[in-house]
């Protein structure tokens, strides 16, 4: 069992940048891939990134390229996600997940992860 508590949202102005953070406890953190998802009222879960368990693998949505990086430190059990240039359609609740195997055209389904965090709203206004 894993559990992720995920933080750093808030409320930010368009071009504003925030760093989410997700903490994770339980079995060996650096055994699993990890991914962050974004739902919007009314919206799918949508794929941000993931990060190899090495952290050497790095994988982005194609609606934050360039803006967002994915990151990892296996000696805190923490995955990281650094947004820059924000924008008001980045405005969602954003989960972190973890999945113990992960093939390349999964990593953007929701379905092939194990666990996930509670999420954390970001909002950002125009």
């Known amino acids: 069992q894993v559990q992720l508590v995920e933080s750093g949202g808030g409320l930010v102005q368009a071009g504003d940048s925030l760093r989410l953070s997700c903490a994770a406890s339980?079995?060996?953190?650096?055994?699993?891939?990890m991914g962050w998802f974004r739902q919007a009222p009314g919206k799918e879960r949508e794929f941000v990134a993931a990060i190899s368990w090495s952290g050497i693998g790095t994988y982005y949505g194609d609606s934050v390229k360039g803006r967002f990086t994915i990151s990892r430190d296996n000696a805190k059990n923490t995955v990281y996600l650094q947004m820059n240039s924000l924008k008001p359609e980045d405005t969602a609740n954003y989960y972190c997940a973890a999945a113990l195997s992960l093939s390349i055209p999964g990593l953007s389904v929701p379905a092939q992860y194990n666990y996930w965090g509670q999420g954390t709203q970001v909002t950002v206004s125009s």
């Open positions: 339980g079995r060996t953190f650096s055994t699993y891939h």
